[in-house]
């Protein structure tokens, strides 16, 4: 036996020489180990998938699925510019209208989850973001010095708020303009006595106001009679002002109301997640629902598909947001560079790190999107198409189906 084929081993204090065979079997060894404790993880994963698609095909389901067509324009409404995006179903049908409001930095084309989900099951749904409102916030001043929490006050104020009802009402008028004009194409197709609002965040407060919600200094216009719905993703509820009971209990219209147990979010204003359940609480009885999900951070239920990367700002020593202010350069720069990952979240929950670390991963996001899409479709069929087959999903198989994913309340 050569040098080159044996291999000393110290074991117990005596010498064992092992040749060429008897090493191999033990290279052979370590490599199945390694392999094994690598493989692991991805059967875990696989298993993980599994379970999610067997979860999404006991769901509720539509009628059909159907095949869409998206579109993305700007108009003008009383003199300010709005961005739009329309996904709508193939065919020659006529499609129940869903406009939806998107959060605070995002554009017309947030929300893709929702919004295919819903266009999928037969509806037309229009995104419509205020160009003030979107991606170019983040560009601000306030923004720049980092001082989010005073931008997020500045919009989610009365007077903001009254500026996107008006928008939101002459939105309305637009589509029904464009409808009764178009002489072929989605917007001839749609069916102006089927209407439902949907918002997330920013736009779950302007829902509300369409809904029937009472806020000091914003005027309400008479909506008309065709909403027939609405649903308010990651609610928006402040203790100042009237009250909760006052602002809510004038709430006649069907709400669904979205949120989960680390609802907060990335600017400070809503620092308890049990804030959001407010609207719920306090809202008269009658068709009103409550989607309470388990293990959500705030950037899912702005209808990301995927998790939002970890953002690599620079944080104050108590680990929130860099102090507004500018002070010098380095504080700028830190504003700027929170200002970017705040808006590449869009918006994602800069605090969702501390939910359960299941939040964040591939197949229990995958899992809250579909309870999401589930319960919302089920909600829109029952109230907006009048389906009684999805009003009894909603009461009686809903709550089954979520399991320990979420709860679903009803009053």
């Known amino acids: ?7 000393w081993i110290s074991s117990g204090g005596t010498a064992t ?14 490599a199945a180990m390694t392999l094994a404790s690598c493989a692991i993880p991805d059967i875990r994963a696989k298993a993980a998938e599994a379970a999610v698609e067997r979860h999404v095909e006991r769901g509720y389901l539509a009628d059909r699925k159907y095949a869409t067509v998206s579109t993305r324009d700007s108009w003008t409404i009383d003199g ?5 995006s329309l996904i709508a179903p193939g065919g020659t ?3 129940p209208l869903v406009v939806y409001l998107p959060g605070l930095g995002e554009s017309s084309e947030s929300g893709s989850a929702w919004r295919e989900s819903w266009a999928e099951a037969g509806y037309a749904v229009l995104a419509v973001q205020p160009a003030s409102v979107g991606p170019a916030i983040w560009s601000s001043e306030l923004a720049r010095d980092g001082d989010f929490r005073k931008l997020a006050e500045r919009e989610f ?4 708020l009254a500026k996107r009802v008006a928008l939101v009402s002459g939105t309305l008028a637009e589509i029904e303009r464009r409808s009764r004009a178009a002489a072929q194409g989605p917007y001839r197709r749609i069916d102006l006595s089927r209407i439902a609002v949907a918002g997330f965040d920013l736009g779950a407060q302007t829902a509300m106001i369409v809904a029937g919600e009472a806020i000091d200094g914003v005027a309400s216009p008479k909506w008309p009679a065709a909403v027939k719905a609405v649903i308010a993703l990651s609610p928006y509820a402040d203790f100042s002002g009237m009250g909760l009971e006052r602002d809510f209990r004038s709430v006649r219209a069907p709400v669904l109301c979205v949120t989960s147990f680390e609802d907060t979010d990335p600017y400070g204003l809503i620092t308890t997640a049990a804030l959001r359940r407010a609207p719920f609480q306090y809202m008269p009885a009658g068709q009103k629902y409550l989607l309470l999900l388990s293990a959500t951070p705030h950037a899912l239920l702005s209808g990301r598909t995927m998790p939002p990367r970890q953002p690599k700002a620079d944080r104050s020593a108590d680990g929130g947001m860099p102090a507004g202010g500018r002070t010098d350069d380095r504080a700028e720069g830190a504003g700027r560079r929170r200002s ?3 808006g590449n979240q869009a918006p994602g929950d800069a605090s969702s790190s501390s939910a359960d670390s299941s939040a964040e991963s591939s197949p229990h996001w995958k899992l809250q999107l579909a ?6 479709k089920g909600y829109l069929d029952a109230t907006v198409k009048n389906d009684d087959v999805a009003r009894q999903w909603l ?6 189906w979520l399991g320990k994913s979420g709860e679903l309340q009803f009053k």
């Open 93 to 95: 049908q006529s499609l």
């Open 1 to 7: 036996m050569t040098t080159a084929t044996r291999r």
């Open 157 to 160: 104020s009365a007077a903001s």
């Open 80 to 84: 300010d510019t709005v961005d739009v």
């Open 395 to 400: 009461r009686h198989d809903a709550p089954r």
């Open 17 to 30: 020489i092992l040749g060429s065979p008897a090493r191999t079997l033990v290279w052979a060894g370590l």
């Open 340 to 342: 970017r990952d705040i």
């Open 371 to 376: 309870n999401v899409e589930g319960v919302t």
